[in-house]
């Protein structure tokens, strides 16, 4: 064997990541701010997009609101017509619509973008499943499921506000299956000013998740709406 035989192939560009373009999307949640403003801004830049509610009215509702070819229906038609499906639930009903929904959802890619916050006088905090993580709980409730984890970190205001054309913000993407986690960055590079950013496996969303309390904190300050941006990559 030459030494040409056995040469490593390159290695794989990081950047180099797929058309998602043709995917529909669902937004389970997608009658709340986070999940309307994702559902906004993904179909604002071409994506075709459903969001779920558990009243189907509330869905179609909050579609016809949003436009851009947006369709509501309740859950699990919205997970059953979806490829993707980001979950944008609030977390106290998490575990119960994940569990309801667990044969709508078998195949899919699920992007769990939930943060288990508690809030007293003294502010937000972050809140430890007995999972580890919002996301490990999706893993552990959808066994038949590509379970990821990506924006949580997005302001809903920016992303509800239709005079915000930009989003300069990176989106921590986690995942087991390196394909399952670029389809996600992609997605996330579809709305201008949005980069993916793989932040490893699963078993580190927990961190991910909490950083949503320090960011809270950081708004209230500064009356901002901070992202994040991740240096020399």
């Known amino acids: 064997m030459t030494s040409t035989d056995s040469a490593k ?29 994702l559902a906004f801004r993904l179909a604002r830049a071409g994506q075709k997009v459903i969001i779920g509610s558990r009243a189907a009215e509330r869905a179609r509702a909050a579609a016809e609101e949003l436009g851009h070819g947006i369709e509501g229906a309740d859950n699990a038609e919205c997970a059953r017509r979806s490829d993707i499906v980001i979950v944008a639930v609030p977390w106290d009903g998490h575990g119960d619509t994940l569990t309801a929904l667990r044969e709508e959802l078998a195949g899919k890619l699920v992007v769990d973008c939930v943060n288990p916050l508690g809030f007293d006088k003294k502010g937000a905090y972050a809140l430890r499943p ?95 709406h901070a992202g994040l941006r991740v240096t020399d990559v």
Do not use: C
């Open 130 to 224: 007995e999972e580890g993580s919002a996301a490990e709980q999706a893993a552990a409730l959808l066994p038949d499921s590509r379970v990821t984890a990506a924006f949580h970190h997005l302001s809903a205001v920016l992303l509800t506000d239709p005079e915000t054309d930009r989003i300069e913000t990176d989106v921590m993407v986690l995942g087991e299956v390196r394909a399952d986690v670029e389809i996600v960055q992609a997605l996330a590079g579809r709305i201008p000013g949005m980069r993916g950013v793989y932040a490893g496996r699963l078993r580190n969303a927990h961190q991910v998740e909490a950083l949503v309390a320090n960011l809270i904190s950081v708004n209230r300050r500064y009356k901002a």
């Open 9 to 37: 192939p390159p290695a794989k560009d990081p950047w180099d990541l797929p058309d998602v373009s043709g995917y529909v999307v669902g937004v389970l949640g997608g009658t709340g701010p986070q999940g309307k403003g």
